[in-house]
């Protein structure tokens, strides 16, 4: 069974940097692409960033691009999302996800698998 664990998450100022974590197990993720959405309160759950594991190939949402990284450790079956310049708007809750296949999908329906997620404050 896939289990994903978060963390990393905390409070912060604006413009400050924070890295979260995904620790993925259960399964063989060589072709997984593992994803990064986020909800904040009375919003619904968008995405922020995806990464194949098989080929690298990466898809970001605009309102994070050139700020957010997405990476993985395969050695540790860890994905990483680091989050420079981060702003107020960026409050959130953070959830890791996963799908089978190489494709780079934003649509939250695409997943299959989820975490529980951990929490981003951002104070401006």
């Known amino acids: 069974q896939v289990q994903l664990v978060e963390s990393g998450g905390g409070l912060v100022q604006a413009g400050d940097s924070l890295r979260l974590s995904c620790a993925a197990s259960g399964r063989t993720f060589s072709r997984y692409v593992m994803g990064w959405f986020r909800q904040a309160p009375g919003k619904e759950r968008e995405f922020v960033a995806a990464?194949?594991?098989?080929?690298?190939?990466?898809g970001y949402a605009d309102s994070v691009k050139g700020r957010f990284t997405i990476s993985t450790d395969n050695a540790k079956n860890t994905v990483y999302l680091q989050m420079n310049s981060l702003k107020s708007e960026d409050t959130a809750v953070y959830f890791c996800?996963?799908?089978?296949?190489?494709?780079?999908?934003?649509?939250?329906?695409?997943?299959?698998?989820w975490g529980q997620g951990t929490q981003v404050t951002v104070s401006s």
């Open positions: 990464i194949s594991w098989s080929d690298g190939s990466t």
């Open positions: 996800a996963a799908r089978s296949g190489n494709y780079v999908g934003t649509g939250r329906s695409m997943y299959n698998y």
